[in-house]
């Protein structure tokens, strides 16, 4: 990582400027996810309703985000580091942009599911895997702000573990199904639940890869694991 | 358009070596303006040389055709070899040279004659041409290529330097590329014009391309990404990192290039 500044200090604040833009992106989209699955398992609307109103201000950093970075190429024309970091930061508030929605999506399902029976063990596990994601969330982005190649290779790793919570929580909802058809309904939204936070699992990685090929000028060439194959038949 | 031919088009088109230069070094005096640079300049290449003033790339490009022998205090050492043979042979003439490898310089510096015989000038003199029609079509030919010709086609005669800095650019190179060089050498060719000047010399660079090796020097580090195939950045009379253009202004190795280019480093 280059640490000298550059001779115009005002692309140096530019730069910056829109890296921290993307930081405060990630927080309000950690905070959205565990706070959604906070009120799915407590029931609580008010804080559900909280998640939703938010995610309008993760979406407007996003298009400031995308401003900036258009600035940037247009007055600046970065090079080498400097234009990966504008390329890495456009990707990475496109994936947090998308973590916002599935934590928005949680909060709206959780209002739903208020009205429902609730489906024992199902919140507590679905609160257990968000707080494992949100972890993977905070450690992707703890590794771009510190260009820490072992920590965004360490999260490629542990993405692995949540596709195995993915996958027993989808046993366990089939399970509920078949045992009494009244639970379809609640674990169909659980299940889209899961499959959500699954998928911001998958967005860390995409970040974690990004700061591998910030950091290096090369995307990881290895594939990593993955255990999120589901096989119908088996349950 | 497809992967394949994205790539074909930054491809460069002939491998073979122009120029191939081994520990080249040049003192002015006391001062070692260059030291030990190995370079293969490709043919029909556009190769641009980056780098602060007083790196040693234009040293290094004056070494291509020998200007450096106009300077006294200059002493060139090492080996540069055109088609694998030694341009600093006692036995090659140095005119003969530079008629091979043409050179445009920073300022344009039309000779104080009609824009005819600017360009008819190294075609007479090399006894390129044996008749007027032959050298009115060479003229032609090289005004056109130039992108000149329908701006000056009807003022022949007029004085080169009554034309504007982007046409004087022009006529230079028109100029430069009327003794069929193999090799073009621009110094700054574009720093005293203005953007559509510009553009028009870079879509002129781009164009020869297809028949000579141009090297190019220059502070527009945008210029050098636009227009070249292959980068050389010299830092202090060194060679520092030479290879594709893209992998130089996107991945560079060394941290000095990156230094510079990113603007960090002046």
């Not at chain 2, 497809?2 to 006391?30: F, N, W």
């Not at chain 2, 070899?81 to 310089?105: E, N, S, T, W």
Request: charged share 25%.
């Amino acid at each position: 990582m280059n640490t000298e500044r550059h001779i115009a200090s005002a692309f140096d604040r530019d730069l910056e400027g829109v890296q921290a833009l993307v930081v405060k992106m990630g927080g309000l989209v950690e905070a959205a996810l565990s706070d959604a699955a906070m009120a799915l398992e407590m029931r609580d609307e008010a804080l559900a309703e909280r998640v939703r109103a938010q995610d309008t201000a993760i979406d407007a950093l996003e298009a400031q985000v995308n401003d900036e970075c258009l600035r940037l190429i247009a007055t600046r024309a970065p090079a080498a580091t400097d234009l990966r970091v504008v390329l890495t930061v456009m990707k990475i508030a496109a994936s947090l942009e998308r973590c916002g929605d599935y934590a928005k999506n949680l909060a709206k399902r959780s209002l739903v599911l208020n009205k429902m029976h609730s489906v024992e063990g199902a919140t507590g596990s679905i609160r257990r895997m968000a707080r494992q994601v949100g972890l993977l969330l905070k450690d992707a982005l703890d590794a771009f702000i510190h260009r820490d190649v072992e920590l965004a290779a360490s999260v490629r790793q542990q993405d692995r573990d949540v596709d195995q919570m993915y996958t027993a929580l989808f046993r366990e909802f089939l399970t509920h199904m078949m045992e009494d058809p009244r639970n379809i309904s609640a674990c169909m939204h659980l299940h889209f639940i899961a499959k959500n936070i699954e998928r911001v699992g998958d967005h860390a990685t995409t970040i974690a890869e990004q700061v591998i090929f910030l950091a290096t000028g090369q995307l990881p060439s290895e594939p990593r694991p993955k255990a999120d194959s589901v096989n119908m038949g088996e349950v | 358009m497809s992967v394949i031919e994205m790539k074909l088009e930054r491809e460069v088109t002939a491998d073979t070596i122009k120029i191939e230069a081994r520990k080249v070094q040049v003192h002015y005096g006391q001062n070692h303006a260059l030291k030990d640079v190995d370079v293969d300049i490709l043919a029909k290449t556009v190769t641009a040389f980056i780098g602060p003033s007083g790196c040693g790339k234009s040293t290094f490009l004056r070494c291509l055709n020998r200007m450096n022998d106009t300077v006294a205090s200059a002493k060139v050492t090492g080996s540069i070899l055109l088609d694998g043979a030694d341009i600093y042979d006692p036995r090659v003439d140095p005119v003969q040279l530079r008629a091979k490898v043409g050179m445009v310089f920073q300022k344009p510096n039309p000779f104080p004659k009609s824009i005819y015989d600017n360009v008819a000038y190294g075609p007479k003199i090399h006894g390129l041409t044996r008749s007027k029609a032959e050298l009115d079509e060479v003229v032609e030919s090289c005004l056109r290529k130039a992108a000149l010709w329908n701006e000056v086609k009807d003022r022949l005669q007029s004085p080169g330097t009554g034309l504007s800095g982007g046409q004087q650019q022009r006529l230079c190179i028109a100029r430069a590329i009327a003794t069929s060089p193999e090799v073009l050498l621009m110094d700054e060719p574009c720093s005293a014009l203005d953007p559509i000047a510009t553009a028009q010399v870079e879509e002129l660079i781009d164009e020869l391309r297809s028949q000579f090796s141009v090297v190019i020097v220059t502070h527009s580090m945008q210029q050098a990404a636009r227009v070249s195939q292959r980068t050389a950045f010299f830092h202090l009379g060194n060679l520092v990192e030479y290879g594709e253009t893209g992998t130089i202004f996107t991945n560079p190795k060394d941290p000095r290039t990156e230094s510079y280019i990113t603007g960090r480093i002046g």
